[in-house]
């Protein structure tokens, strides 16, 4: 432990440890929005998927071998290495020449990002005793609510082709601004941090970890972006997509039970079984599981209901949702400094999750005829009740644990809310295809659509024939660029015969937008019910945990350990 380190240099590793993973979290978010010049710049549209897949398989592997390495060989030289594999994979991405060099870059950056994402959290554990954690949880709770504005906005405005100091910025500096920050921050932790090493002596699993990696990476592919990424597989072999589900659902459950037997055998394994013996842990990764779920649900969703709903861009859709991370940045600061003065921690969870919960369930209520009022008035309050959860999961499965056990128990907690994200956020897009594919004949049959069949421009958005392709066709911009083309069409005509295909065209625009925007809010109703029972779920099993009070560093007890 190294709680006796004064305090001006932990403010150093941890102001260096946030600022890295700030942007890892930023990284999720920011590379949305810049898709869509990639994709012109690469005529790649089929590769799409693979840009998002490939980061998330690898960060998702990296994130549990991560968190026992550093128990193993020290988190300092762990988190290092994370740094600047992020670093220049971020480099490498914004110089990529083709969007194959992208995808590995890409890969190769999630790695560093899953080593950031595994220690971060893990290290206020170290530097700080059981109590005081909460309020450096709270704050890295805040980080996150922070980067989910800031990624969108940032994103687009890169994107888009921003100047300062004379250059003129492009997609590629969505990767390169990683660079400057994350050298300062990789210098500082060099300087700063201690070795924070738990392990005596190195034994490392590499037979549970290639079973691990196997299940994990099979696992996201089965569900994430599936019949995108194996177009071609599918055509060539006339295998149906739910066939190769099961085949790749069915490797999973071999990988699944390979790496039981080999944690079983192994001297210090990667997630060691006696964890699941512990009943608090059970349920918090539960909780992070089916709260990850919830959360993506909330969020991802949301900005696209702007977007269909309000008309608005990317940009704005993404200012649109500064109430929730108002909430979450002030309930995760607030209740990580009350959680540090009492050592109480549970009744947060409670009353975080019943307000999370009551909250999703009224954003079932949205329409398109709601107001932005009304909106906004739920994501404060929703955002509140996530804040306080959110930081609070860390805290928890840190109390169950000594501190050698540290780095694997945090990062399994970290694992399992990944997870949960990753399946749901597949499982609601699915739901959300599902609902709109009922409306699918009758938007085809409106004068909109029916003018589109022939147009160039929206051939290669996609098939007319696909839910996705239709949403796709109600986005602000890409509308703004169809009527931009229809208006050059028609530029030869006499001034009236213009303004009377105009007013049609706008007219039949409408009635599309109508449909869509209604059918959209029909499956996002769906989603968001799904979304509160998950929560609902989640805020039963908190009452079902046994609280251990958190221990302040002057106590007889092990700093770190809860009572």
């Known amino acids: 432990m190294h709680h006796h380190l004064s305090l001006r240099r932990k403010l150093i590793i941890m102001v260096s440890v946030m600022a890295s993973l700030f942007l890892v979290a930023l990284d999720q978010t920011i590379i949305a929005t810049a898709l869509n010049k990639i994709v012109e710049e690469f ?80 290290i206020v554990g170290d530097l700080f005793a059981a109590r005081e954690r909460g309020r450096w949880q709270g704050l890295i709770g805040a980080v996150f609510g922070l980067s989910s504005v800031v990624g969108p906005l940032l994103g ?77 597989v599918l055509d060539a072999t006339g295998m149906s997509l739910a066939g190769l589900r099961v085949g790749m659902f069915s490797i999973v459950a071999l990988s699944i039970a390979g790496f039981i037997y080999a944690e079983y055998k192994a001297k210090d394994p990667i997630l060691p079984l006696r964890f699941f013996k512990n009943r608090n842990y059970v349920i918090i990764i539960t909780i992070a599981a089916l709260f ?17 709903v309000f008309g608005a861009s990317p940009t704005e859709s993404g200012l649109m949702l500064l109430p929730m991370v108002a909430g979450i940045m002030l309930t995760s600061i607030v209740s990580g400094q009350i959680i540090s003065k009492t050592g109480r921690y549970k009744i947060f969870m409670q009353v975080g999750f019943i307000v999370a919960t009551i909250m999703m369930a009224l954003m079932a209520t949205l329409t398109p005829e709601s107001s932005y ?45 990944s997870l949960g994200s990753t399946v749901g956020t597949a499982v609601f897009g699915a739901m959300l295809t599902a609902g709109v594919l009922t409306q699918v004949p009758a938007m085809k049959e409106t004068a909109y659509i029916q003018s589109l069949q022939q147009n160039a421009q929206v051939a290669r958005i996609g098939d007319l ?61 769906t989603i968001f019910i799904v979304a509160a029972s998950l929560t609902g779920a989640a805020t039963v099993l908190v009452f079902m945990l046994k609280e251990r009070r958190l221990r302040a560093a002057s106590s007889a007890v092990t700093p770190g350990q809860a009572e």
């Not at 988190?79 to 971020?90: E, N, Q, R, T, Y």
């Not at 700063?192 to 196997?214: M, N, R, T």
């Not at 602000?476 to 069409?489: L, M, Q």
């Open 43 to 122: 005529n790649s549209f089929s590769s799409l998927s693979w840009v998002v897949t490939a980061y998330l398989i690898t960060t998702t592997i990296t994130v549990p071998i991560a968190g026992k390495l550093s128990d193993i060989f020290g988190r300092r030289t762990i988190l290092l290495i994370g740094v600047a594999i992020f670093v220049f994979g971020s480099l490498m991405s914004g110089i990529s020449g083709n969007i194959t060099e992208l995808i590995i870059w890409r890969a190769i950056q999630g790695i560093g990002g899953g080593i950031i994402t595994a220690n971060a959290f893990t």
């Open 156 to 232: 687009g405005w890169l994107a888009d082709g921003a100047t300062f100091f004379g250059v003129t910025t492009d997609w590629r500096w969505t990767f390169f601004i990683n660079v400057p920050i994350g050298i300062v921050a990789f210098i500082l932790i060099a300087i700063y941090s201690p070795q924070l090493k738990h392990a005596s002596k190195a034994v490392v699993d590499y037979v549970g970890a290639a079973f691990l990696s196997i299940a994990l990476a099979t696992l996201i592919l089965a569900v994430d972006n599936t019949e995108s990424i194996f177009s071609g």
């Open 292 to 308: 990850g779920a919830a959360f993506m649900g909330s969020i991802l969703y949301l900005t696209q209901f702007n977007q269909q």
């Open 373 to 417: 009022t009304y909106e906004a008035t739920i994501m404060v309050l929703l955002g509140m009740g996530m804040g306080v959860a959110m930081p609070v999961l860390t805290l928890a499965v840190q109390s169950e644990f000594e501190q050698k056990d540290l780095g694997v128990a945090t990062s399994s907690n970290q694992l399992f809310r």
């Open 465 to 525: 024939n696909d839910p996705n392709t239709l949403l796709t066709l109600n986005m602000p911009d890409v509308k703004e660029g169809i009527t931009s083309g229809a208006a050059e069409a028609i530029a030869g005509l006499p001034q009236a015969a213009q303004e009377q295909v105009k007013s049609q065209f706008t007219e039949n625009q409408d009635e599309f937008t109508t449909i869509v925007t209604h059918a959209f809010s029909e499956s996002l109703r």
